[in-house]
């Protein structure tokens, strides 16, 4: 089947299924946030980007193949509601960008840094930070060597615009100009974005509207 990256709360997962990497995207509530799991297809090691919620349909998805690690993308409490219950049935290592571990209650083992690698298997994730919607914010890239890259940008950037950093001049300027340094810049359109909530979408199909963004300061 194709991969729509349309799911909601209760649903199934939908698959993405690449080359050397198959990604499952489910929603959970209450506020209706993303989380995915990745496998690689070589070793079936798996990874879970944010236990935003409802711990049981997390741990159903992981199935009975366990999960090595997961990452938690920023410090914002959605994101991590099921971290706990889902590291200890687990025992899963913990990731999250070093500028926001600390507000997270549950412990990390690995502080992420700008440019710090996170492996599933054969598969090689880069991490990049992102400043303004949270100081710590991490986005992870996937960059295919079958095709073309893939990216999970947390809260640091959805279809139609940059997250929220709460009207702050400052942090949506940073934001910004962070999205678009190290993401839009060194990544083709074809690249594919997971975001922490709601539908995914292209760098090509928000390119050319990053100068809208800047004009209207969201």
């Not at 995207?25 to 879970?48: H, S």
């Amino acid at each position: 089947m194709t991969y729509s990256g349309v799911v909601k709360v209760g649903g199934p997962a939908d698959v993405h299924e690449l080359a050397a990497l198959m990604i499952s995207k489910v929603a959970v509530g209450p506020m209706d946030n993303n989380a995915y799991l990745l496998r690689c297809r070589a070793t079936g090691e798996q990874l879970l980007i944010d236990a935003a919620n409802d711990p049981g349909t997390l741990l159903a998805l992981i199935g009975d193949d366990g999960i090595a690690s997961v990452v938690t993308t920023h410090r914002h409490a959605d994101h991590w509601q099921a971290l706990e219950a889902v590291v200890a049935a687990t025992g899963a290592r913990t990731y999250a960008g070093a500028h926001d571990a600390e507000g997270i209650p549950v412990p990390t083992d690995v502080l992420v840094e700008d440019g710090d690698t996170i492996t599933v298997g054969r598969v090689e994730l880069t991490a990049r930070h992102l400043v303004g919607h949270t100081p710590g914010s991490i986005v992870l890239v996937y960059d295919d060597p079958h095709g073309h890259p893939h990216v999970f940008t947390g809260d640091c950037l959805f279809p139609g615009g940059v997250g929220n950093t709460r009207k702050d001049p400052e942090a949506f300027a940073g934001l910004l100009h962070d999205v678009e340094t190290k993401i839009f810049e060194p990544l083709p359109d074809e690249t594919w974005v997971y975001p922490g909530h709601g539908k995914d979408t292209t760098l090509g199909d928000e390119r050319p509207h990053l100068a809208e963004w800047r004009a209207r300061g969201w």
